[in-house]
């Protein structure tokens, strides 16, 4: 039995206006999803490597400081200089430079409106996870 990862989950303090950076920042498409402040996110359509869903809610409590203590995402994209601009515009911010792994691609870690951290990473040519 695979056990895959069946979707993720961002938390934020002001939904809409983490829900605004994603859609701005990834084109991403968010549903009302029960109550106040909780969406479905859709990231595009099923892809045979990678999640294609996902949730936003209301963070029930401060976000944590320090180190990270979750799961951090990875956020296949095209263009990682176009999606790192796209990042500051909606009033992200990217955490360091853009590192190259070799055979993989160039990845770079940012966090959202919210604080919380996540990477993009534009892959090699030909790399199963590349972003179409």
């Not at 920042?25 to 990231?43: C, K, L, N, Q, S």
């Not at 430079?97 to 940012?110: K, T, W, Y």
């Amino acid at each position: 039995m695979a056990n895959h990862i069946a979707h993720f989950e961002i938390f934020a303090s002001d939904v809409e206006r983490t829900r605004k950076f994603y859609e701005q920042a990834f084109a991403w498409r968010f549903e009302v999803g029960g109550p106040p402040d909780f969406y479905h996110i859709f990231t595009g359509p099923p892809v045979e490597h990678g999640i294609s869903r996902g949730l936003i809610a209301k963070r029930r409590g401060p976000a944590a400081q320090g180190a990270i203590n979750a799961f951090r995402c990875t956020i296949s994209v095209r263009s990682i200089a176009e999606t790192m601009a796209a990042i500051q515009a909606e009033g992200g911010k990217i955490r360091g430079s853009m590192a190259e792994i070799p055979d993989v691609g160039r990845v770079a870690e940012f966090a959202d409106t919210e604080g919380n951290v996540g990477c993009i990473m534009q892959h090699v040519p030909g790399h199963p996870f590349e972003a179409k």
